[in-house]
């Protein structure tokens, strides 16, 4: 085997030829090279690998108008802002045409949505405030609430009953103090009856 400096052009191009070697100032490439990955994406057929014309014409003409989401005429102004960019389909695949009676109801059921989905997003928004607000955390802000509406009922309920004693002392104020004592008797009295009125009070007003 002669060495590199020892080959004759002959022998180079032969050996090019062989190993598939790139030898010539054209560009273009006619033979696929194992190291190169191609994508025909937008390749354009080369004219001299074929012997017949290629019936290639690099000026198209569109077949279809391009696609217009919004249909002419009105349009109600809350389907404006969510009408979509691609074709519309049904469930059976069937296009629907941009202002047809299919489209108006297929757009009324997604305004319902997206209103629906934006009431539940705002709803979980002030949930959310409602719990930092209270310095609370979700998992016992509920219970938490319950209890001080409870006690703030209960606080109420006293105050009331007391609000009550008060009057009925200034009412009876001048009689003798036989009546006082009677009083002070019935109110502080602790019997199952007056226990089960307070309890049946309470458990309404909570």
């Given at each position: 085997?002669?060495?590199?400096?020892?080959?004759?052009?002959?022998?180079?191009?032969?050996?090019?030829?062989?190993?598939?070697?790139?030898?010539?100032?054209?560009?273009?490439?006619?033979?696929?090279?194992?190291?190169?990955?191609?994508?025909?994406?937008?390749?354009?057929?080369?004219?001299?690998?074929?012997?017949?014309?290629?019936?290639?014409?690099?000026r198209l003409i569109p077949t279809v108008a391009p696609y217009n989401p919004k249909p002419k005429g009105f349009i109600p102004v809350k389907y404006q802002?969510?009408?979509?960019?691609d074709p519309i389909y049904s469930t059976d695949g069937t296009f629907i045409i941009p202002g047809s009676r299919e489209w108006f109801t297929y757009m009324n059921n997604l305004e319902k949505r997206i209103r629906s989905e934006d009431a539940g997003k705002e709803a979980a928004r002030l949930k959310k405030q409602e719990i930092l607000d209270h310095s609370s955390t979700e998992?016992?802000?509920?219970?938490?609430?319950?209890?001080?509406?409870?006690?703030?009922?209960?606080?109420?309920?006293?105050?009331?009953?007391?609000?009550?004693?008060?009057?009925?002392?200034?009412?009876?104020?001048?009689?003798?103090?036989?009546?006082?004592?009677?009083?002070?008797?019935?109110?502080?009295?602790?019997?199952?009856?007056?226990y089960d009125l307070f309890m049946h009070q309470y458990d309404q007003k909570c």
């Open positions: 085997m002669p060495s590199i400096g020892d080959l004759t052009n002959s022998i180079k191009r032969r050996i090019c030829h062989n190993k598939k070697f790139l030898s010539s100032d054209i560009r273009a490439v006619s033979i696929p090279i194992n190291h190169v990955q191609y994508k025909k994406a937008r390749e354009i057929p080369w004219q001299n690998d074929y012997k017949f014309l290629l019936p290639y014409d690099s802002n969510i009408i979509p960019r998992k016992h802000h509920d219970l938490r609430q319950s209890m001080k509406k409870c006690l703030t009922t209960l606080t109420d309920f006293y105050h009331n009953s007391l609000s009550i004693y008060r009057n009925d002392l200034i009412h009876h104020a001048n009689e003798k103090p036989k009546w006082y004592t009677g009083y002070i008797d019935r109110l502080y009295s602790t019997t199952n009856e007056n």
